[in-house]
């Protein structure tokens, strides 16, 4: 399914939301977060998908691989760590604390009784987990019933307390929010809500870093170099942290945004409907855990309401048809490791191809360059082997070898 926004304008970018998000304050929290050693050194690997391009219709495909980010193995790992360097900073701002010093674990006496808690389907939580042991706080996790425990075993074996409860995604957030209050705990997340947007506003901007890193070496006024962009939704802050980033830049020239979100978990589709935050109107749980997300973040829903052209939704089985095609470089291109929720763009461009009106609707025809945005690797590594039948490891070894 897809909707076109009716609301989607192409502008100057708005200076209210510059203030929030802006390219001068990511490429701060880039510079601050290569002092990691829990990320990879320099930009993640723009790969180009001839065979894929041809047989979807498009120009170009491109394909940005965040499954080589960090041995975290997703997008995330630029979101809960730079949030809770800022918040740290925020809390002791007569110290002046370097990021250099707090991620080396410089300040850790200092953090010791310092709890930070969040929700997670996975991703979010093991960052959080991970930047938390680096700085030397404490860390508590709350997940919910449909996380696995294949998910929730890296996250505890980087020191984080688990606490498990019954309900979706969006009954975890509320535990954590009671947790929290009750505790005297900071919630780190990547959801906004009424009074709470100073950190998924961090957050998003922590994502930023993905686009930033495309334009490495593109000429000042130089114009975009994709005509479109497919983002996954989930709460919207992966899609907002990009797409701002992109606008702030082109303005006017931007890209084509297309969103993209499980069938059951249609949040930011009803928001387009509505025209304001919205709720899914399905069962939310998918094997895209990423994006199993019920309710819309409001702060992402500022940058998304006007600059997504195309709202739409994929299935479970075209995101696991496209794993598939992406582990098998089936079209002669480079194999490369998609979770479930990276591989959702591709998924939405492969429906998309098969829907004429659709492909017209979104602009796509055999001129188009096309970026997709692979958030995930092999983060649930036994699920990514019963779902394309290899294992990650075999895939890399045949990307090594192409």
Known sequence: MWFLNPRAARRAFDPSLKAILSIERGRESRRWLSHWDMLAPGATPLRKLPGLARRLGVGELW???????????SFKALGAPIALLRLIRRRWPALDLQAEDLLAGRHA????DFVVISATDGNHGRALAAAARSVGCRCVIVLHAEVSAERE???????????????????????AARLAAVNGWQVVSDT??????EIPRDVMQGYGIIADELFDGLAAGAPCP????LLQGGV????????????????????????????????LLQSARSGRPSRATGSVDSVMAGLACGETSPLAWRFLEHDVDL???????????????????DAGDVPVVAGESGAAGLAALAVLANDAEGMRAAGLDTTSKVLLINTEGATAPGVYEALTGRTADEVRAAQARW
């Open 63 to 73: 394909l940005k691989d965040e499954s080589l980010r960090s041995p975290l193995g």
């Open 109 to 112: 006496a200092l953090l010791k």
């Open 153 to 175: 075993t890296p996250i505890a074996a980087l020191g984080a307390q688990i606490v498990r409860i019954a309900g979706n995604y969006d009954d975890s957030v509320q535990e």
């Open 192 to 197: 906004s809500y009424e009074g709470y947007e």
């Open 226 to 229: 994709f005509s479109h962009v």
């Open 236 to 267: 919207g802050g992966l899609a907002a942290g990009i797409a701002s980033h992109f606008c702030e830049r082109f303005g006017a020239g931007r890209p084509r945004f297309i969103v993209v979100e499980p069938e059951q978990a249609d949040c």
């Open 311 to 329: 709202f739409m939704t994929v299935g479970d089985d075209d995101a696991v048809r496209a794993m598939r095609s992406l582990a098998e470089g």
